[in-house]
């Protein structure tokens, strides 16, 4: 089976994952769930990782990949620390 | 150090498993920080594989750009205002969209570089440049509306559809062109054109139905990451961006069905813009026939109330109305009077707004419920008090068939013994419909900001009441 093919496998499967499991988050969570999405679709930072860390990379590759490592790294940082500062503000009621 | 490729295979796949479970702990509060914590974890494992993988030799600008992002990200987590947070997302958005452009690009010119191109990845690179482009400059709009750098007003021109749909085909074709012929001019074209109907396509969306927006564009990011992955053959790209492209269009399709309307009519149709203030509030509402009331009258109903129920809308946000609330719900609670929230799904501006508004201010969360399981409770309710919310409470959703929201689920606030609406002026919601709630008899208005009322019901409760 060629690469493509096996791909496409993965990202159909996915699909099928996310919508099961995003059905059954709470809507009372749903802008955390959004954070979430963002802080790991921050993923692409694997592939500026692999644009620019290339032996072989030219510098425009190096410039345009630093930038896309630095866009990435924020929606990393950024994504993960504002969802875990919304999530410690959700408590049960004391009594 | 560095790690075979296969040990790199299984790294992701642990990756990919963790940030699955990150987003089932969002099944339940008590859960979710946990979750988080999952991704976090993936997310470390992700980078640690790729970094020690055979791929990455030069260490020296990815440095850089981690610290960098590091840095930048966690100010604007620590310092982001939670009214603001549609706001942050809508940025946050538009960088993934953005990376994943940049990323294609340079895949493209190394993969020149090595010699290694061929048809179907540069038809990859042109998906995974259209879509990463429409969702940074989609999202650039929509973050200049929710900061009220441009106008939340729609924005309509004749042949509008036209002239999107002849942008998008020539998008494809100059894609297409691309692929065929490794021609740079149309690569860039096309990334031109794409920036382009990103601008485009969400200009004419009104403030209103931002939070489809925000979860369409949140939907395109998740999409953007797996193309990208598609182009690198990166399993793990593939597999987040799936999750991520559905958890968006999920949270699109209960926006929509919260509005009742299909997310075509939102992109494509819309309802009518945000009015100026109407001069004289109180005096246009005696004209109207409607009841306005003194925050006196309120606590009066409230204090010996078997129930209270508030609804808090977007004006809540704007008037950063939260910990008024909070206060006005301890002093009731101190009376031995109940209090709830009522939060309809596209109440703010984005879904679940109000939810962290009101975490934020320490309401628990066993207080606050959704429009499914606080609906009966409404007819049993002594008071019910509206804040800053309008379309989502008005009645002409179920009875008026000529209305334009007829058909929208809304809150039953109506049915409750006493409802009190606290707004600034008559002006009509975002729908641009008048809101029968107000002319209903056991229907009162408190014109004032949501903040100074709630305040001064906390002052006249504190001073023994009425």
């Keep these: 089976m060629p690469d493509t093919l096996v791909a496409l496998y993965v990202f159909v499967l996915s699909c099928f994952i996310g919508y099961y499991v995003i059905w059954g988050v709470t809507p009372s969570l749903h802008t955390p769930l959004v954070a979430l999405t963002n802080a790991i679709s921050g993923i692409v930072i694997v592939g500026a990782l692999l644009v620019t860390g290339l032996e072989s990379v030219s510098t425009t590759a190096e410039i345009i990949g630093f930038f896309a490592v630095l866009l990435a790294s924020i929606n990393v940082f950024g994504g993960f620390l504002v969802t875990n500062r919304m999530l410690a503000m959700f408590r049960k009621d004391k009594k | 150090m560095q790690i075979s490729v296969n040990f790199q295979a299984i790294a992701y796949l642990v990756s990919a498993v963790l940030f699955v479970l990150a987003l089932k702990g969002l099944t339940h509060p008590a859960s979710a920080r946990r979750g988080n914590y999952l991704g976090m974890a993936g997310m470390a494992i992700a980078i640690g594989a790729t970094l020690f993988g055979s791929e990455v030799q030069s260490y020296g600008f990815i440095l850089a750009g981690v610290v960098g992002g590091a840095v930048i990200g966690t100010i604007l987590a620590m310092r982001i205002k939670m009214t603001d947070m549609p706001q942050l997302v809508a940025a946050l958005h538009s960088f993934v969209g953005m990376a994943a452009v940049l990323v294609a690009i340079g895949t493209f010119l190394n993969k020149r570089e090595a010699d290694l191109l061929n048809g179907v990845l540069m038809g990859e690179l042109s998906a995974g440049i259209i879509i990463g482009a429409i969702t940074f400059s989609g999202s650039v709009i929509a973050f200049g509306k929710l900061q009220g750098i441009i106008s939340g007003k729609p924005v309509r021109f004749m042949g509008q559809h036209a002239v999107n749909a002849a942008i998008a085909i020539a998008a494809v074709a100059l894609g297409v062109h691309f692929a065929l012929t490794e021609s740079m001019t149309s690569l860039v074209l096309m990334t031109l054109l794409a920036f382009i109907l990103g601008f485009t396509l969400i200009i004419p969306i009104g403030g209103a139905d931002m939070p489809v927006i925000v979860s369409m564009l949140n939907s395109y990011s998740g999409w953007a990451a797996a193309a990208t992955g598609f182009t690198l053959q990166n399993h793990l790209l593939i597999i ?3 999750l991520v492209g559905f958890s968006g269009a999920i949270l699109s399709y209960i926006m929509c069905r919260a509005m009742n309307r299909s997310i075509w009519n939102v992109i494509f149709g819309g309802f009518g813009s945000e009015s100026g203030d109407a001069p004289s509030a109180v005096g246009e509402a005696v004209e109207k026939g409607v009841k306005s009331a003194a925050i006196e009258d309120a606590v009066y109903w409230m204090e010996d109330a078997n129930k209270v129920i508030i609804v808090p809308g977007y004006g809540m946000a704007v008037a950063q109305a939260q910990h008024a609330m909070k206060e006005l719900m301890e002093q009731l609670e101190a009376r031995d009077v109940p209090v709830k929230f009522a939060i309809h799904p596209v109440a703010g501006r984005m879904p679940g707004h109000m939810n962290v508004l009101l975490a934020e201010a320490d309401i628990p969360y066993d207080n606050v419920l959704e429009m499914d399981e606080i609906n009966p409770e409404f007819s049993t309710a002594d008071v019910v008090l509206v804040v800053g919310a309008n379309d989502v409470v008005n009645p002409a959703a179920k009875d008026d068939t000529s209305s334009p929201i007829y058909g929208m689920p809304i809150l039953e606030a109506g049915k409750a013994k006493n409802v009190f609406v606290v707004k600034r002026s008559m002006r009509p919601g975002y729908s641009g419909v008048e809101n029968l709630l107000y002319y209903q008899d ?25």
Excluded at chain 2, 452 to 457: L, N, R, S, Y
């Design chain 2, 442 to 466: 056991n229907c009162s208005l408190i014109f004032g900001d949501a903040k100074d009322v709630a305040e001064g019901m906390v002052t006249t409760l504190k001073g023994g009441g009425h």
């Design chain 2, 240 to 242: 987040v961006g799936a």
